[in-house]
Every structure is written in structure tokens, then in C-alpha cells.
């Protein structure tokens, strides 16, 4: 599994597995989920269960179908907002997570920073700009 580090507080990764011993190393406190994607995918207890036996907290906010709504990136923003280590979301590919975090901007950054900072991450959201 690829975790794609941000910066020191918050990374993404595609599909975790319960088994994945890495998002304990990557994140130490916290884990972020997106869930129910595809039919080869863990159930999200299964991935809850995992990361609170390793000592993560355990969030849920699920964003389908390119829809960011209101209450998702709110809820994105307060997770980030109040943890008290790193946090790592994950999605199929990681693109829905940093596409949470570019809107949520729990780090209060310009557009052009949080554009930047997904790109140095992999991910080209520029097409995002108008929404920021």
C-alpha cells in the first residue's frame, strides 16, 4: 500500500486493509475512512475494529460520486481540526481524501497552497481553483 504523505499531520492512501500494519506506523492517532466502493473492499467494522486494536481513533465520513457535501467537509475539517497526531485518509485511489482536505483547508491555506500541496502529493486538483 502507498501512503502518500502531505505534509506532517495528514497523508492518504488507497484501500486499507485491516491486516495493514502501515497504517498503524503512518499514523500513530488517527485514521479517516471512506467505505463501500467496491465488493472487494473490507467492511468498515472490520477496518474500525483493526485500527482502535492498534490504538487509532476511528472516523467515518463517506463521499461518493465526486459529491462533497457540506456536512462531509465539515466533519473532514473538524477530525483534522482536533487531532491530537497524524491523520491518515483513505479511498480507493486517495483522491477523494485529498480532495476533502483541499476543501475542508483545516490548515487555513491560499487555493494556490492547497493546489500545490495535493500536487506535491500526486494529485493534480487544479480544475478544483473556482471552489476554493
Known amino acids: 500500500m502507498e ?16 491486516e495493514d500494519k502501515a497504517v498503524a506506523d503512518a499514523t500513530r492517532r488517527h485514521a479517516a475512512t471512506f467505505d463501500d466502493e467496491e465488493t472487494s473492499q ?11 486494536a ?11 460520486g465526486g459529491q462533497f457535501p ?3 467537509v465539515a466533519a473532514f475539517r ?3 481540526e482536533e487531532a491530537d497526531g497524524p491523520v491518515l485518509a483513505y479511498c480507493r485511489t486517495g483522491t477523494r ?19 500545490e500541496r495535493a500536487a506535491a502529493a500526486g494529485y493534480d486538483l487544479s480544475a478544483l481553483r473556482p471552489a476554493l
Do not use: S
Open 78 to 80: 473538524k477530525v483534522r
Open 97 to 115: 481524501c485529498i480532495t476533502l482536505d483541499t476543501l475542508a483547508n483545516p490548515d487555513n491555506l491560499t487555493a494556490d497552497e492547497r493546489i
Open 70 to 72: 457540506d456536512e462531509a
Open 54 to 64: 492498534a490504538g487509532l481513533v476511528f472516523h467515518f465520513i463517506p463521499v461518493w
Open 3 to 18: 501512503i502518500r504523505k502531505v505534509d506532517e499531520n495528514f497523508a492518504v492512501a488507497p484501500q486499507v486493509q485491516p
Open 42 to 52: 473490507p467492511e468498515v467494522d472490520a477496518v474500525r475494529k483493526a485500527a482502535e
